[in-house]
């Protein structure tokens, strides 16, 4: 189990470094992030004792009073939960208080180092702090890593190589969004003690890359950070020969299937007639679809009718005025731009859905990332 990191400064005296602010920030960890936390920090059912106190479930700190009879996954999961929302208002008010704005995998990667670390770093004193504060974009990946990797002291031990690793991958998530496809570039590390007993960290990248998952998802691609993360939380799969296929067409069953668990909906059993049946029959006993829209689970589903899906399970109401998109003026559509799920294209300097034309699974797992993390 990864030991906890002491916290670098109390949560009191940070409220007088980080001001509050009234304005939204959008983003919280992702259930890839949260994943990706509960597989690094393990899980321990009774309390233990690490270098700040005691901590039960996953990593969380507590009262060692309180359970004396050990804990569920389930109630681990919520306190993890319960903590992570405490940690992302301190996120949230640092990111705003220096105007930074994250990507998704940026923010699950800070939001893992911090559920390790403690909120203490989130100030000018800390090398990670004034990367984002002065820009990701003015930095070097390799910097960007080393800078990961130099929060992997103990307090008063030595640098374990467990943690090195973590922030490595934590790194690998802030940089090419890789929560575990692969496919980007290595790093090796050494590390010495310096007269003061703190670690130097030493790196450098490797010529080759690490294995990749999918043999067509190159971390360069722009569908990298949708299939990635979905991937990893064994939300999508590719197939036996080692492909994605992300520019195949998605089947009407699986955009189905994705879609409505994306939005919350309960798993669905399949019948002897088809494995998507279920959900099916969900979807048009919700109200979401009528049976005449989707007469094949097999074909091709078109663009318009998965943003009605979408919209609908999202419980989006149909939009009101006019469509950002030149080529259709769906309120369906509409709905589901507005709340971020979709972009469409350009095409002669006019904005696009084309919602007559079929999906390709990668065009789908973006909508399915999003949908997730609206």
């Not at 036996?240 to 919350?264: H, Q």
Request: hydrophobic share 40%.
């Amino acid at each position: 189990m990864t030991k906890k990191v002491i916290c670098l400064v109390l949560a009191a005296a940070l409220l007088c470094a980080v001001p509050v602010f009234a304005a939204d920030y959008d983003l919280t960890t992702s259930e890839a992030g949260i994943l990706f936390i509960k597989e690094q920090e393990g899980f321990s059912a009774t309390a233990y004792e690490d270098s700040v106190g005691w901590a039960i479930g996953y990593g969380t700190h507590c009262d060692v009073s309180l359970y004396p009879d050990g804990i569920t996954e389930a109630e681990a999961d919520r306190l993890l939960r319960e903590h992570l929302a405490e940690i992302e208002v301190y996120i949230d008010n640092a990111m705003q208080s220096i105007g930074a704005t994250l990507s998704q995998n940026q923010y699950d990667a800070v939001a893992s180092l911090t559920y390790n670390l403690g909120v203490g770093w989130l100030h000018s004193g800390y090398r990670l702090y004034n990367v984002l504060t002065y820009g990701v974009h003015n930095y070097t990946d390799e910097y960007i890593v080393n800078t990961f990797a130099r929060y992997s002291n103990t307090a008063g031990e030595a640098t374990l190589e467990q943690l090195v690793e973590r922030r490595f991958k934590e790194a690998m998530i802030f940089l090419y969004a890789d929560y575990g496809t692969g496919g980007t570039p290595l790093y090796e590390f050494e590390y010495r003690q310096l007269d003061d007993g703190d670690y130097e960290l030493y790196h450098r990248v490797w010529a080759e890359y690490s294995p990749a998952k999918y043999s067509d998802v190159p971390y360069t691609n722009w569908y990298y950070e949708y299939v990635s993360p979905l991937s990893y939380a064994a939300i999508v799969d590719g197939y036996p020969d080692g492909s994605f296929r992300p520019d195949s067409d998605v089947t009407a069953a699986e955009a189905l299937k994705l879609t409505l668990l994306a939005a919350g909906c309960p798993e669905q059993p399949g019948t002897a007639s088809h494995w998507a049946e279920g959900y099916l029959d969900y979807a048009v006993a919700e109200g979401i679809l009528s049976a005449s829209e989707l007469t094949s689970l097999d074909g091709a589903i078109s663009r318009a009718l998965v943003a009605k899906l979408a919209a609908k399970a999202l419980g989006l109401a149909p939009a009101e005025g006019g469509s950002p998109f030149a080529d259709t003026s769906d309120p369906w559509v509409t709905a589901l731009y507005n709340a971020g799920v979709i972009e469409g294209s350009f095409e002669n300097g006019q904005r696009v859905y084309l919602p007559g034309a079929s999906l390709s699974r990668a065009e789908v797992s973006a909508i399915i990332w999003r949908m997730y993390n609206l």
